[in-house]
């Protein structure tokens, strides 16, 4: 079976912590992918890889920035966290040409 | 800004057809449907994609219209286990044809018994 990881499935920190999100994929694809999920707005993808070190914005990258070192992870880091950042991050993975993306079980963040 | 138009919610008596639409008037010809679904507390779950002709798999039935317009997923024989929110979504076959994966508002799809 294929395998999207996130490191936490729940995760409390404090305000103006710095917070990693690790997300590592065991199927060697080319692109991943960070969105968070909040009531009433639905999945809004933050940043996504198609390469290792390659990474592109997505529609709500403020506050955020991703790392991709090896191909089987894509970590997001919260760099100074706030409460407004409070909520559901889930991690994707998908094959460069078009097919199926696998997601992961989510880690829902709480920032008090 | 997301693609499609889907209704917020439905509702589908178990055992029966569920037949949930989607708009997609803007789309182009380099751009597939995907169709995904989220039961509460889980991640999204990949479902069926197409291009332009109709496509089954053993979760369901994706029926394009010829203009490629709309689409319609189609689950035969929907169970409990079918609750969830659904969502379609357009995606180029590449990433730098806009190929990322933006999700919508979806339906949210109730099986009653």
């Known amino acids: 079976d294929v395998k999207v990881t996130q490191s936490s499935r729940y995760l409390v920190k404090r305000t103006g912590e710095k917070v990693f999100l690790e997300c590592v994929q065991d199927?060697?694809?080319?692109?991943m992918f960070w969105y968070r999920q909040d009531p009433g707005l639905g999945l809004r993808l933050i940043y996504f890889?198609?390469?290792?070190?390659?990474?592109e914005k997505g529609d709500i990258p403020e506050g955020y920035s991703v790392s991709r070192e090896k191909k089987e992870r894509f970590s997001l880091i919260l760099e100074s966290a706030s409460t407004n950042q409070t909520s559901m991050y889930l991690c994707?993975?998908?094959?460069?040409?078009?097919?199926?993306?696998?997601f992961g079980q989510g880690t829902r963040l709480t920032v008090v | 800004d997301a693609k499609t138009t889907q209704p917020p919610s439905m509702d589908c008596a178990e055992g029966r057809a569920a037949n949930l639409p989607c708009n997609h008037s803007?789309?182009?010809?380099?751009?597939?449907v995907y169709w995904y679904r989220q039961i509460h507390s889980q991640g999204p779950q990949y479902i069926i994609h197409g291009l332009k002709n109709n496509e089954t798999n053993e979760m369901a039935s994706l029926i394009i219209t010829e203009d490629r317009k709309s689409s319609t997923l189609i689950l035969p024989h929907a169970t409990l286990r079918d609750t969830a929110v659904y969502y379609c979504?357009?995606?180029?076959?590449?990433?730098?044809?806009?190929?990322?994966?933006?999700f919508g508002q979806g339906t949210e799809l109730s099986v009653k018994p």
């Open positions: 994707a993975s998908s094959p460069l040409l078009n097919t199926e993306a696998f």
């Open positions: 199927m060697d694809h080319e692109n």
């Open positions: 979504i357009v995606r180029a076959r590449f990433y730098n044809q806009g190929g990322k994966l933006i």
């Open positions: 803007t789309i182009s010809g380099n751009e597939y």
């Open positions: 890889s198609y390469d290792v070190k390659m990474k």
